[in-house]
């Protein structure tokens, strides 16, 4: 299981064979203190007197001796039910005895539990009535401390408020803690140095282990106060790859580190008594990982999932870990959905959609009837109000599931105790029915379902878990009929979790988990509203002052389960399945043509091969400069190619248009429309017109076999600051905060009647838009504006789909991957987002030190340009820096792409215009610098 480390199930056996004592024996919220090697005398004085071998454990609430001998039960007294305790043969106790034993320490008591009798896992057996046990110690010296150490946990279980009772314990804890430290001479090397040491307690399912925690430049060291389960527990800086801060008891307190990259157990889980302890040493650890391991969001996640890098199962875990889910914490254990709703059929179909169980809604609102019970109830109920009065997920579920392979998991939560018979989980199908029927159950699964280790579905430990009424034992759990085996069980559940069914509509559920409609109105609206003390921020224990009250709310809190984190505040969009197209077509926005086949013969991105994608972008890397020109005198601001590759347009802040010949390497022709910038320009389909636009709000057409301007548009009260062009309809952004759509041929010989543009629309913005760009079909515009915003359009009715803020400052360039489902966009704050076009969430940002200017990009790699003149190679998925080529001494702001024959040898490329880049030296839409210089560069 998560929380057990994953053994062959004949090491599992004998780890219960050979392990008995564990912090599992202990009471909820006790500690483990010390232990002495002691003999547990029996009969003394009689000639039967018999002494036990074994050591005795001083707890919080209670005293444990463990015999060495298997056979003998290890033996439970809880300080509570202590009527006296003393040294043997003192203050007139044990005067039946005729001799008092040296080093004894007598306790008298009510109650007594005997667990694990000659080692098997069983529920506590009690007895009851006035006893006394000596032990008797190996060091008789240290009997006094004993004893005294005792009285004053006896006082503390004692007390009659628990509030009292848990304060008094954390005092005596955090005295022995201060007169403690950690041990330096357990450094792994002289030459480490120490950066902080502080106290704290490491977290293990259902039970904490205080000690002292300690961090070097190479290592992070746990030493548990009372050396259990051994003396030092360490972990090389180098061999972590994520760590996250936790909520442990709904404070800020915890910190889980992980040397694995999907693995759902960590390496160790600390609690910190400050939150400065636990910020200080997460930071220290971040900053060591900075260079050498990739931090992880919930947004890049999700872009990988979307991609297919991810499995649902991956994606799933990486949510749960990302929202404080946690396998060392069993009121916030990994949560996963019920996907199949099909326990009784012969064959499971996974081609059916009512082979699954709805997605869409929470478990609580599957069944009509009984949804209509709580929400008359619901209505009724005062503030706060909630629809459910259990969760989906808390320990005794986990437990629930568990109990064959973490018996003593159970025992431990329920007092010694198995649940009764026919509450256990006997069946598949019947934990399923009572799901949906039940009135009060609610549960969730968890990631077990969906692995590859049997063991929780098998009594292969031989527990005794009771019989039930109809008198059949409790042992393997009863699998549906479709599963032949819990091999083929999990086989099935795992092959229905990736099915096509559930990537499709996996999102819906993720919403109501991990989303939007966790809380709030959203919640109410999807029947997904539980009790107001389970979501986080629902308690605040620090407003608390009552000390009973502050314990009963947490205890409450801990044992009835805990809402995740929530972690997306928008739709989370659906999973790219290889047999959908794009999600938008030519004739409307509609998120039900994601459901539309891919034509024959029509070509989309995820037909490309994924050896296209390498080839192509491994060329990009090895880009070089090829050949420099200086053919203007300022910043150059945009650049279009013939079809050809052999003239290259390029537009600059010093007023000009300009033609470069690629095959005689000279500047051909120079062209001024006015004595403002030009700011970007496009070649019309077939290469005889040249478009620019203009800072002094005009947009000019340029003949090129005429060597003319013939048409100009003035269609702006500011500068216009991009243009594009699709199927005789021209896009313009302008300063003066709109993009207009005009439809209209520029007359087709220079001198003619010019021709009359028509406005179609005009998209309103709150301030200046410097950049846009159109999606594959046109259906779609995206502009990014100087505040940051990136906004995407429906062109078919003319209205906004959503708006991003994604920029703290200007976005300065903006495009759609090649199969129009997310938005890339570029800005001056460094920084790279990737925006998912369904929902409109922010899916992934990365950052780079300077601001990046203009990009291209193939769906999953970018190529930008950076404001220092630098080439960066991108990779989305994996989210870092791929590659840096320095290729220029100053700003850069228009790429394009060109034949492959003209700079780089042909090779497969993933672009439907087979073209790869060459990049001009240029600022783009700012106001212009005489220092910066109006070089082209073209590279190969």
């Given at each position: 299981m998560a929380f057990i480390r994953r053994k062959p199930r004949e090491q599992q056996l004998q780890l219960y064979s050979k392990e008995r004592f564990s912090l599992l024996l202990l009471n909820l919220e006790e500690y483990y203190f010390e232990q002495h090697t002691a003999n547990h005398i029996q009969r003394k004085g009689s000639q039967n007197e018999r002494k036990i071998r074994g050591s005795?454990?001083?707890?919080?609430?209670?005293?444990?001796?463990?015999?060495?001998?298997?056979?003998?039960?290890?033996?439970?007294?809880?300080?509570?039910?202590?009527?006296?305790?003393?040294?043997?043969?003192?203050?007139?106790?044990?005067?039946?005895?005729?001799?008092?034993?040296?080093?004894?320490?007598?306790?008298?008591?009510?109650?007594?539990?005997?667990?694990?009798?000659?080692?098997?896992?069983?529920?506590?057996?009690?007895?009851?009535?006035?006893?006394?046990?000596?032990?008797?110690?190996?060091?008789?010296?240290?009997?006094?401390?004993?004893?005294?150490?005792?009285?004053?946990?006896?006082?503390?279980?004692?007390?009659?408020?628990?509030?009292?009772?848990?304060?008094?314990?954390?005092?005596?804890?955090?005295?022995?803690?201060?007169?403690?430290?950690?041990?330096?001479?357990?450094?792994?090397?002289?030459?480490?140095?120490?950066?902080?040491?502080?106290?704290?307690?490491?977290?293990?399912?259902?039970?904490?282990?205080?000690?002292?925690?300690?961090?070097?430049?190479?290592?992070?060291?746990?030493?548990?106060?009372?050396?259990?389960?051994?003396?030092?527990?360490?972990?090389?800086?180098?061999?972590?790859?994520?760590?996250?801060?936790?909520?442990?008891?709904?404070?800020?307190?915890?910190?889980?580190?992980?040397?694995?990259?999907?693995?759902?157990?960590?390496?160790?889980?600390?609690?910190?008594?400050e939150r400065q302890d636990r910020d200080g040493l997460y930071f220290y650890i971040a900053a060591y990982l900075e260079h050498h391991v990739a931090e992880r969001t919930a947004e890049g996640y999700t872009l990988q999932w979307q991609r297919g890098l991810l499995s649902n199962y991956q994606y799933l875990l990486h949510l749960n870990t990302l929202a404080d889910r946690s396998c060392n914490d069993l009121?916030?254990?990994?949560?996963?959905?019920?996907?199949?709703?099909?326990?009784?059929?012969?064959?499971?179909?996974?081609?059916?959609?009512?082979?699954?169980?709805?997605?869409?809604?929470?478990?609580?609102?599957?069944?009509?009837?009984?949804?209509?019970?709580?929400?008359?109830?619901?209505?009724?109920?005062?503030?706060?109000?909630?629809?459910?009065?259990?969760?989906?997920?808390?320990?005794?579920?986990?437990?629930?599931?568990?109990?064959?392979?973490?018996?003593?998991?159970?025992?431990?939560?329920?007092?010694?105790?198995?649940?009764?018979?026919?509450?256990?989980?006997?069946?598949?199908?019947?934990?399923?029915?009572?799901?949906?029927?039940?009135?009060?159950?609610?549960?969730?699964?968890?990631?077990?379902?969906?692995?590859?280790?049997?063991?929780?579905?098998?009594?292969?430990?031989?527990l005794d878990l009771g019989k039930r009424q109809g008198g059949q034992m409790v042992d393997d759990v009863e699998l549906p009929p479709w599963a032949r085996s819990p091999e083929d069980f999990l086989r099935k559940s795992r092959d229905a979790l990736e099915s096509?069914?559930?990537?499709?509509?996996?999102?819906?559920?993720?919403?109501?988990?991990?989303?939007?409609?966790?809380?709030?109105?959203?919640?109410?609206?999807?029947?997904?509203?539980?009790?107001?003390?389970?979501?986080?921020?629902?308690?605040?224990?620090?407003s608390i002052e009552d000390p009973d009250e502050k314990v009963a709310m947490l205890t409450q809190i801990l044992e009835f389960g805990q809402t995740p984190k929530q972690l997306f505040v928008t739709p989370h969009p659906r999973r790219i399945t290889p047999k959908f197209k794009s999600l938008f077509q030519p004739s409307s926005y509609n998120a039900s043509t994601a459901d539309s086949p891919v034509s024959p013969g029509e070509e989309s991105f995820e037909d490309l091969t994924e050896e296209s994608r390498t080839l192509a972008w491994s060329n990009i890397t090895r880009l070089q400069l090829h050949e420099q020109h200086k053919i203007h005198k300022e910043a150059v601001t945009g650049i279009a190619v013939s079809r050809s590759g052999s003239s290259?347009?390029?537009?600059?802040?010093?007023?000009?248009?300009?033609?470069?010949?690629?095959?005689?390497?000279?500047?051909?022709?120079?062209?001024?429309?006015?004595?403002?910038?030009?700011?970007?320009?496009?070649?019309?389909?077939?290469?005889?017109?040249?478009?620019?636009?203009?800072?002094?709000?005009?947009?000019?057409?340029?003949?090129?076999?005429?060597?003319?301007?013939?048409?100009?548009?003035?269609?702006?009260?500011?500068?216009?600051?991009?243009?594009?062009?699709?199927?005789?309809?021209?896009?313009?952004?302008?300063?003066?905060?709109t993009v207009k759509v005009w439809s209209g041929v520029p007359a087709e010989m220079p001198g003619s009647r010019r021709h009359q543009f028509d406005l179609l629309a005009e998209l309103e913005h709150d301030v200046s838009v410097d950049t846009i760009s159109l999606s594959a079909a046109s259906?779609?515009?995206?502009?990014?504006?100087?505040?940051?915003?990136?906004?995407?359009?429906?062109?078919?009715?003319?209205?906004?789909?959503?708006?991003?803020?994604?920029?703290?400052?200007?976005?300065?360039?903006?495009?759609?991957?090649?199969?129009?489902?997310?938005?890339?966009?570029?800005?001056?704050?460094?920084?790279?987002?990737?925006?998912?076009?369904?929902?409109?969430?922010?899916?992934?940002?990365?950052?780079?030190?300077?601001?990046?200017?203009?990009?291209l990009w193939d769906g999953n790699s970018v190529l930008s340009g950076s404001q220092s003149g630098e080439l960066l190679v991108w990779d989305l998925l994996g989210g870092k820096i791929r590659e840096r080529i320095q290729g220029h001494t100053g700003k850069l702001s228009a790429a394009d792409l060109t034949p492959p024959n003209l700079l780089f040898p042909p090779v497969d490329v993933p672009f439907s215009s087979r073209k790869l880049p060459v990049c001009p030296l240029c600022q783009g839409r700012s106001p212009p610098d005489p220092a910066w210089p109006g070089h082209l560069h073209l590279l190969g």
């Open positions: 005795l454990k001083i707890c919080s609430k209670s005293v444990i001796f463990e015999p060495d001998a298997i056979s003998q039960p290890i033996i439970k007294i809880p300080l509570r039910d202590c009527i006296k305790i003393g040294k043997h043969g003192e203050n007139g106790a044990n005067r039946h005895f005729a001799k008092a034993v040296s080093g004894g320490i007598s306790l008298v008591f009510s109650q007594v539990y005997f667990i694990k009798e000659h080692n098997i896992v069983a529920p506590y057996k009690i007895e009851r009535g006035t006893m006394e046990y000596v032990f008797e110690l190996d060091v008789s010296g240290k009997v006094e401390d004993v004893v005294e150490t005792l009285l004053q946990l006896h006082r503390a279980s004692c007390l009659d408020k628990l509030g009292d009772q848990t304060a008094m314990i954390t005092a005596i804890l955090q005295s022995r803690l201060a007169r403690t430290s950690f041990d330096k001479n357990r450094f792994q090397s002289v030459s480490e140095k120490l950066h902080m040491e502080c106290k704290a307690e490491m977290v293990t399912p259902l039970v904490t282990n205080p000690g002292h925690v300690c961090i070097t430049d190479t290592t992070l060291y746990f030493q548990p106060l009372n050396g259990y389960p051994k003396p030092m527990v360490q972990i090389t800086l180098h061999d972590v790859r994520r760590i996250y801060k936790r909520r442990h008891g709904l404070m800020p307190l915890g910190l889980e580190v992980f040397c694995t990259e999907d693995d759902l157990c960590s390496d160790i889980y600390l609690k910190f008594y009121s916030q254990y990994p949560v996963f959905p019920w996907v199949v709703g099909d326990y009784s059929s012969s064959e499971l179909d996974l081609s059916n959609p009512g082979t699954f169980r709805d997605l869409s809604k929470p478990v609580g609102a599957l069944n009509k009837e009984r949804l209509e019970r709580l929400l008359t109830r619901y209505q009724e109920m005062a503030e706060p109000k909630f629809m459910y009065g259990s969760h989906y997920s808390s320990p005794g579920y986990v437990l629930f599931y568990l109990v064959r392979i973490a018996p003593e998991y159970m025992l431990c939560l329920q007092n010694g105790r198995f649940d009764n018979a026919d509450r256990m989980f006997n069946s598949i199908a019947e934990t399923w029915k009572n799901c949906l029927d039940g009135a009060t159950d609610f549960k969730e699964l968890i990631p077990e379902f969906y692995g590859d280790d049997v063991s929780f579905l098998v009594n292969s430990l031989k096509d069914y559930v990537s499709e509509h996996l999102h819906e559920w993720i919403d109501l988990v991990f989303g939007y409609k966790q809380k709030g109105r959203d919640a109410v609206g999807a029947h997904n509203v539980f009790h107001p003390v389970t979501y986080e921020g629902g308690v605040d224990l620090n290259v347009f390029t537009t600059s802040q010093d007023s000009t248009l300009k033609m470069f010949s690629k095959e005689s390497k000279m500047l051909q022709r120079s062209i001024s429309f006015s004595n403002m910038a030009l700011s970007s320009c496009l070649l019309l389909p077939g290469d005889a017109t040249v478009v620019s636009s203009s800072w002094d709000n005009n947009v000019y057409f340029y003949s090129i076999a005429f060597g003319r301007r013939q048409d100009t548009l003035m269609g702006h009260d500011d500068a216009v600051s991009k243009i594009c062009w699709h199927d005789n309809r021209l896009y313009s952004a302008s300063w003066d905060s259906t779609l515009l995206v502009s990014g504006t100087k505040e940051g915003t990136v906004t995407i359009w429906d062109l078919t009715a003319a209205t906004i789909l959503h708006q991003i803020p994604c920029h703290s400052g200007t976005v300065c360039d903006t495009a759609f991957s090649p199969d129009s489902r997310h938005v890339l966009s570029a800005g001056e704050d460094g920084c790279l987002n990737v925006v998912d076009v369904q929902t409109g969430m922010l899916i992934s940002s990365m950052t780079s030190d300077k601001p990046q200017r203009c990009f």
